[in-house]
């Protein structure tokens, strides 16, 4: 009976005349009928959203039923009815598939979407349908979201940046890895017990870290375009956590044919993320050209550009500028991709072109980024 009730869901409420539920009897079999979910909700709710396929329009269909669903009691159903990774899948159907941008311009509907990232990239695009409370309410979304990006990134970057360690000055950090052992014992020889053959710690010393005060420059430079958000979303968090390092002064522009410095957004993750333009061509050169402008110490400086190379200008001028930036003396790192999976798609010819010219080309998660780069201020 739970096979036939499946396949009664697959097939949708169309089958109803040829294959008819079965009725429940508490056994395990009949699961879909459990914690008093029956399999006529679970169908209204796959009906509401799958019916596109038909091409009707679900809000206008007659019946004698008591209600109807709207988009915002849909988002409350399927909550009840299945698990958070069964709605996520249903959600980015209903936006992808199915273009139902009004989950975006109803507040009360945009505030029940899970907060993910799927639903902040989503936000990101339609963001110009929004207005007034329904803005407001998208606007939180990506402060929560952005927060659980930086807080997940943030432990391991700051660990790869923030130098050796300082055998002449205490941390109020309390890890074995940061243990002064020779000043525990040193300070604490006056509290030996002769009696037991032990010393009695009254204060355990850590060492802290050498913070890098002279600082280095990082230029982070974000090409736009559509299929590149998943970068652009990581690189603003990451910007955001380089801007609270006392070694950092960051500076990020994001680019298409026009560059936008979002440098003095750095401590507003939603004002730098809601900046976002995605669309439009790719000049490289113009982008790099902008960063140039922006090295005072060459040697103390790293430009960081993440793109996929994909260059809608003259790749002489992009070569001739990246030439330009490595002879000064500063570092250019060319990030291919930059999300937490690193999987790369970019332009390998222009790649290897500016690699052969000295720069480092390659595909990164933010981690790997922030260890590389210590270990560049480093050496």
């Not at 009976?1 to 409420?13: I, P």
């Not at 979407?113 to 407001?136: C, R, S």
Request: with cysteine.
């Amino acid at each position: 009976m739970h096979t036939l009730n499946r396949w009664r869901l697959v097939l949708g409420g169309y089958a109803k005349n040829q294959l008819e539920f079965g009725d429940g009897d508490g056994s395990e079999e009949d699961a879909s009928l459990e914690n008093g979910i029956s399999c006529m909700d679970l169908e209204e709710a796959l009906d509401f959203l799958y019916n596109r396929e038909q091409g009707e329009d679900v809000r206008r269909q007659g019946g004698t039923e008591a209600s109807r669903l709207t988009a915002a009691t849909w988002i409350t159903k399927i909550r009840k009815l299945f698990p958070k990774e069964t709605v996520e899948i249903l959600e980015r159907h209903a936006l992808d598939r199915y273009g139902m941008t009004e989950l975006l311009t109803d507040r009360e509907v945009l505030e029940k979407l899970e907060p993910n990232q799927e639903l902040l990239k989503t936000i990101l695009q339609l963001k110009h349908l929004m207005k007034g409370d329904v803005l407001d309410a998208a606007r939180r979304i990506v402060k929560k979201v952005a927060e659980e990006i930086a807080k997940k990134l943030n432990q391991d970057i700051r660990k790869s940046l923030l130098g050796k360690i300082d055998r002449n000055s205490s941390s109020p950090v309390r890890s074995i890895r940061n243990l002064d052992m020779q000043k525990t014992i040193r300070r604490n020889l006056r509290h030996y017990d002769t009696e037991n053959h032990r010393i009695m710690l009254e204060q355990v010393y850590f060492n802290g870290r050498t913070k890098r005060y002279s600082q280095w420059r990082v230029v982070i430079a974000v090409d736009e375009s559509g299929s590149m958000l998943d970068s652009v979303i990581h690189s603003a968090v990451m910007a955001g956590i380089f801007a609270r390092l006392p070694m950092l002064d960051t500076k990020l522009v994001i680019f298409d044919t026009q560059v936008v410095d979002l440098s003095a957004h750095l401590d507003d993750p939603v004002a730098t993320l809601m900046s976002i333009q995605l669309g439009g061509g790719t000049y490289i050169a113009g982008a790099l050209e902008y960063c140039e402008r922006l090295i005072d110490n060459p040697h103390r400086t790293m430009v960081v550009l993440v793109s996929d190379l994909c260059e809608g200008g003259s790749v002489a001028g992009l070569l001739g500028v990246t030439r330009g930036i490595i002879e000064s003396g500063a570092k250019l790192i060319c990030l291919t991709a930059l999300d937490m999976e690193a999987n790369p798609i970019y332009d390998r010819r222009i790649a290897q072109q500016m690699a052969d010219l000295g720069a480092f080309v390659g595909a990164m998660t933010p981690e790997a980024l922030g260890d590389f780069m210590g270990k560049i201020m480093n050496g």
